[in-house]
């Protein structure tokens, strides 16, 4: 008989950031020197962590609340945007080597995630952290 925790996920999972031409981004060096750069990468928990179950159904609240409000769920652009971002906010440990005109913390996290500029980051982490197959335990062997 074999254990089946042996095939848990693991809680997170770190992802490299891809720009718009899905090219590996990285951030400048120490004084800004491009020679010495590091990846910009975001340290997220997936499916089978408790913090994303909470962003889900914190997320599947604010529908249900939005339908009861409005009678019928019609989520604008903009509220879709910010509850995507609301999600991806909860999701995220942190974001490595990224920086936006000095912010911090969850302001940081709003501004990267609802910035239509880098759309691209909010777009590839939702996608990251969806599936499964991010968050396995590497196997011993490979």
């Not at 750069?37 to 159904?57: D, E, I, L, Q």
């Not at 920086?99 to 302001?107: I, K, R, S």
């Not at 609802?114 to 011993?140: H, P, R, W």
Request: charge should be negative; include cysteine.
């Amino acid at each position: 008989m074999s254990n089946l925790k042996k095939f848990a996920l693991v809680p997170t999972a770190i992802h490299h950031l891809r720009d718009g031409n899905d090219e590996l981004m990285y951030a400048d060096g120490p004084d800004g020197n491009p020679d010495e750069s590091r990846p910009m990468r975001a340290h997220m928990f997936g499916p089978g962590s408790k913090r994303y179950a909470a962003a889900r159904a914190a997320q599947s609240n604010r529908s249900m609340d939005r339908f009861k409000a409005k009678g019928k769920d019609k989520t604008t652009a903009a509220e879709q945007a910010e509850d995507t971002a609301k999600f991806l906010i909860a999701c995220t440990d942190h974001l490595e080597n990224v920086e936006v005109d000095q912010l911090a913390g969850e302001a940081l996290l709003m501004n990267v995630y609802t910035d239509l500029e880098v759309c691209f980051i909010a777009s590839q982490l939702d996608k990251f952290i969806g599936e499964t197959a991010n968050f396995t335990q590497k196997s011993l062997t490979a």
